[in-house]
């Protein structure tokens, strides 16, 4: 059994789409998560390694080889699942969340998060659940207390002091754009 880290996993699709290609080059998967897919074979030789790459390439993923990149992709992974696909109403604070997912010391994940990533853990943290606020604003289901709520804000105020940092407006003025400038949670 081979572990493989993959760069850019973000949703479902994304996960559907790296089984199909490593089905295609002939892999069996055994497990495929955000970032990290278990295979069958114990081993990929040099070529095989680059026709992967190069096919992940081609749908936006990154087969990672160096262990820091690999870190950092689960870290980049665990927060993506904690506020884009569970209730974010947990009290748990980050570092410890962090830490819990990857067994490792949080003072650690954030001295190597900010020296490769030249941002720290929690400002892409925030960046995070700036993208799910704007994506709750556009379903425009919820009122934005509703939000505030569904995403562990202590106030609307908050949120809306937050958004406004991180997108230079608004949720109202963003909720009255018609263009579309959510970004792709691999682009944060």
């Not at 690999?70 to 748990?92: E, G, M, W």
């Not at 410890?96 to 067994?103: A, T, V």
């Not at 940092?165 to 109202?172: I, L, W």
Request: a neutral charge; charged letters at 30%.
């Amino acid at each position: 059994m081979t572990t493989l880290y993959i760069k850019n996993m973000v949703c479902d699709r994304c996960k559907m789409a790296v089984d199909h290609t490593l089905r295609n080059e002939g892999l069996h998967p055994t497990n495929v998560d955000l970032g990290e897919v278990n295979i069958e074979e114990d081993a990929l030789s040099k070529e095989q390694r680059e026709r992967l790459r190069n096919e992940l390439e081609q749908l936006g993923f990154e087969l990672l080889d160096a262990k820091r990149q690999q870190t950092i992709n689960k870290i980049k992974n665990a927060i993506i699942q904690l506020v884009h696909y569970r209730d974010n109403n947990s009290t748990l604070n980050l570092s410890d969340y962090l830490s819990s997912e990857l067994h490792q010391d949080y003072s650690a994940l954030s001295k190597l998060f900010s020296e490769v990533e030249g941002k720290t853990i929690e400002r892409y943290y925030i960046e995070q659940r700036v993208e799910r606020v704007k994506e709750l604003i556009k379903y425009d289901e919820l009122s934005l207390t509703q939000i505030a709520w569904k995403m562990n804000y202590s106030s609307t105020a908050y949120l809306s002091s937050q958004f406004k940092s991180v997108t230079g407006m608004t949720p109202t003025q963003f909720k009255n754009l018609k263009e579309n400038t959510r970004k792709a949670l691999d682009k944060i």
